[in-house]
């Protein structure tokens, strides 16, 4: 053996055991997409205001601040994406609560700090027949409970008249339907620095905020003047709590306290963080993908691989013969470097990147045949073994590189304008276009050059 096919020999040795060492164990190495994992499919429509319209930046901003959302919230391999002129899909696969993202990336977290001009009784709870000993006592409970009714629907529409005659007056309300007249913004979450989760005295969670500069110098002012009285904080036009400030705050940092689980708490931060969405978004499509599915498509595709590859094996030595050994053998490792390459490169497995998985298989040992038709028709000009495999290589070496550059070009087309699954695809195919260049140039050159050299009197069928 030569000192160069010893080198090739080493380097194939060393390729194999890296790749085997990187996919075993394989459970949980290989990530899944939406397809074959499950999650949650939303489709997005921007929704524009004749303040705020819908243009490509907006709708560029829009995408950049649902992406850190996602990233924040912890999702491995999401896809979000642009639909034509002001549509967006987010794909995230293994969600297994797809209402709280859809809640993260639905809502626009537009916060404000605005000072409370009036408020609005509670409607108490109606009354209810089981809790009266008779009928008499049940019908004057109704009536005590619609004059208190009507005695909030009157104040608030006292609060309404007012909103109306002063344009810097707003209504909202908190999620317990009480109504609040409030002043202007006085600060917004735009002059936001941080959110964090924490617990208050009592362990309920809460979230910290922090401002920047100038938001500092907004809410030590906003404080200031509103010493004693309440200052809401809303989100999305929904109070979410109103507390009377005790004094004057200067460090820049709040507390937003409400009715959180820890989980919205959390949500919330990162909404905070991630800053508002440019323009109000409107939920076209929430999707789920089970998991089943994905059961399903991976047999089904495991099924289909081990078919084909069955197949490829018992013909290559059919019709090779003992050498057809050499090239199942390279096929085999061309699969093993394809599913290394996918762990190591962190790449998402979709369903349609399955079926290039199995057309990889069909194409491993395109170069094989070729190498071996041309070495044929060397031992069939005279030569010994050892020189028809040089000049077979030789010979076929080009058209192999030229039919899966090709290829290669398509995949990268494929991968540039495709989205989703058909970027899965196109990545696979490319992985398994390498993988196939070096099992049949490296791999089964090795191979032959050990068979050869053991056995000189080794032929190809003619």
Do not use: C
């Not at 071996?372 to 028809?388: C, D, F, M, S």
Request: no cysteine; hydrophobic share 50%; charged share 20%.
């Amino acid at each position: 053996m030569l000192k160069r096919d010893r080198w090739r020999l080493l380097l194939v040795v060393l390729v194999v055991a890296a790749a085997l060492a990187s996919v075993f164990p394989i459970q949980g190495k290989i990530r899944l997409g939406l397809d074959l994992k499950g999650g949650a499919h939303i489709l997005l429509q921007a929704k524009g205001t004749p303040e705020n319209p819908v243009t490509e930046d907006s709708v560029e901003r829009l995408l950049a601040v649902l992406r850190n959302r996602v990233d924040q919230y912890g999702v491995s391999e999401p896809v979000i994406q642009r639909e034509g002129r002001d549509r967006i899909i987010v794909d995230l696969p293994g969600v297994e609560d797809p209402e709280a993202a859809l809640e993260l990336i639905g809502k626009t977290a537009l916060l404000e700090f605005r000072a409370v001009e009036g408020i609005s009784p509670r409607v108490p709870a109606s009354p209810e027949r089981k809790n009266y000993e008779d009928d008499a006592s049940f019908a004057a409970a109704e009536e005590r409970w619609k004059a208190a009714a009507e005695q909030v629907a009157a104040a608030q529409q006292e609060m309404a008249a007012r909103a109306e005659e002063d344009d810097a007056l707003v209504i909202m309300k908190d999620e317990k339907n009480v109504a609040y007249l409030l002043g202007p913004p006085l600060v917004t979450g735009k002059d936001l620095l941080d959110a964090k989760t924490a617990f208050d005295n009592l362990g309920r969670p809460v979230v910290t905020i922090k401002f920047n500069a100038e938001g500092t110098k907004l809410f030590d002012k906003a404080t200031a003047d509103n010493v004693g009285r309440q200052l809401a904080i809303a989100l999305d036009g929904v109070v979410v709590s109103a507390p009377v400030v005790q004094e004057r705050i200067s460090g820049g940092d709040a507390q937003i306290s409400g009715s959180f689980s820890p989980a919205e708490a959390q949500r919330l931060a990162i909404m905070l963080r991630a800053g508002a969405l440019p323009v109000p978004v409107e939920i076209l499509e929430n999707r789920s993908v089970g998991p089943t599915l994905g059961s399903d498509s991976i047999e089904s595709g495991l099924r289909a691989g081990l078919i084909g590859a069955a197949l490829v094996v018992l013909f290559m030595l059919l019709y090779y013969r003992f050498l057809g050994i050499a090239a199942d053998v390279a096929l085999g490792v061309a699969v093993l470097l394809v599913f290394a390459a996918l762990i190591s490169l962190k790449a998402t497995l979709t369903l349609p990147g399955i079926a290039g998985i199995v057309l990889t298989i069909g194409m491993a040992v395109d170069g094989n045949i070729l190498i071996y038709e041309r070495i044929k028709e060397e031992q069939r000009a005279g030569k010994t073994p050892l020189a028809a495999v040089d000049a077979g290589f030789r010979k076929a070496i080009t058209t192999i590189m030229d039919a899966n550059i090709t290829t290669l070009i398509a995949a990268a087309v494929l991968y540039y304008f495709g989205s989703g699954p058909i970027r899965g695809f196109a990545v696979t195919l490319s992985i398994g276009i390498m993988a196939s260049l070096f099992s049949a140039i490296v791999v089964t050159r090795a191979l032959l050059q050990i068979f050869f050299g053991r056995s000189r009197s080794v032929r190809l069928q003619q």
